[in-house]
Protein backbone atom coordinates (compact mmCIF):
# COMPACT_ATOMS: atom_id res chain seq x y z
CA UNK A 1 0.00 0.00 0.00
CA UNK A 2 1.75 3.35 -1.53
CA UNK A 3 2.35 5.97 1.44
CA UNK A 4 0.91 9.90 0.35
CA UNK A 5 3.22 11.82 -0.40
CA UNK A 6 4.38 14.59 2.40
CA UNK A 7 6.18 18.16 2.00
CA UNK A 8 9.59 16.54 1.35
CA UNK A 9 8.30 13.52 -0.76
CA UNK A 10 6.68 13.04 -3.73
CA UNK A 11 5.64 9.90 -6.21
CA UNK A 12 7.41 8.51 -8.72
CA UNK A 13 7.01 5.81 -11.59
CA UNK A 14 10.22 3.88 -11.42
CA UNK A 15 9.06 2.38 -14.69
CA UNK A 16 9.07 5.13 -16.99
CA UNK A 17 9.59 7.92 -14.24
CA UNK A 18 6.61 9.68 -14.06
CA UNK A 19 6.69 12.78 -11.58
CA UNK A 20 3.52 14.70 -12.23
CA UNK A 21 0.44 11.99 -12.98
CA UNK A 22 -1.09 9.48 -11.04
CA UNK A 23 -4.66 7.41 -11.12
CA UNK A 24 -5.33 7.53 -6.84
CA UNK A 25 -7.81 5.46 -5.47
CA UNK A 26 -8.45 5.74 -1.62
CA UNK A 27 -11.06 5.08 0.44
CA UNK A 28 -11.71 7.81 3.30
CA UNK A 29 -13.90 8.31 6.75
CA UNK A 30 -15.10 11.73 7.27
CA UNK A 31 -17.18 13.87 9.41
CA UNK A 32 -18.71 16.64 8.07
CA UNK A 33 -21.11 20.06 8.89
CA UNK A 34 -23.92 20.13 6.42
CA UNK A 35 -25.68 23.43 5.96
CA UNK A 36 -28.89 23.08 4.15
CA UNK A 37 -30.41 26.14 2.76
CA UNK A 38 -34.19 26.56 2.70
CA UNK A 39 -35.45 25.11 -0.07
CA UNK A 40 -33.13 21.93 1.07
CA UNK A 41 -29.55 22.26 -1.13
CA UNK A 42 -26.68 21.42 1.14
CA UNK A 43 -23.52 21.95 1.18
CA UNK A 44 -20.80 21.38 2.97
CA UNK A 45 -19.18 23.77 5.49
CA UNK A 46 -16.50 21.90 7.78
CA UNK A 47 -14.98 18.21 6.77
CA UNK A 48 -12.44 16.55 9.18
CA UNK A 49 -10.49 13.32 7.91
CA UNK A 50 -10.85 10.49 10.41
CA UNK A 51 -9.37 8.03 8.40
CA UNK A 52 -7.60 7.27 5.06
CA UNK A 53 -6.23 4.24 3.03
CA UNK A 54 -4.18 4.47 -0.06
CA UNK A 55 -5.63 1.27 -2.05
CA UNK A 56 -3.15 2.14 -5.01
CA UNK A 57 -1.65 4.66 -7.02
CA UNK A 58 -1.29 3.87 -10.46
CA UNK A 59 0.71 5.42 -13.29
CA UNK A 60 -1.19 7.41 -15.83
CA UNK A 61 1.93 7.51 -18.82
CA UNK A 62 2.75 3.92 -18.46
CA UNK A 63 -0.19 2.18 -16.52
CA UNK A 64 2.17 0.17 -13.61
CA UNK A 65 1.24 0.63 -10.09
CA UNK A 66 4.12 -2.42 -9.11
CA UNK A 67 6.25 0.87 -9.52
CA UNK A 68 5.18 3.68 -7.88
CA UNK A 69 7.99 4.66 -4.69
CA UNK A 70 8.21 7.79 -2.64
CA UNK A 71 11.15 9.71 -3.62
CA UNK A 72 12.73 12.69 -1.78
CA UNK A 73 11.57 16.52 -3.72
CA UNK A 74 14.54 18.14 -5.22
CA UNK A 75 13.40 21.65 -3.26
CA UNK A 76 13.11 19.34 0.04
Do not use: Q, Y
Amino acid sequence: MPELPDESHRWRCGGCGNLTRFDVTRTRRTAEFWHLDLPGEPKVEEAEVLAETVESVRCRWCGRDDAIELVARADA
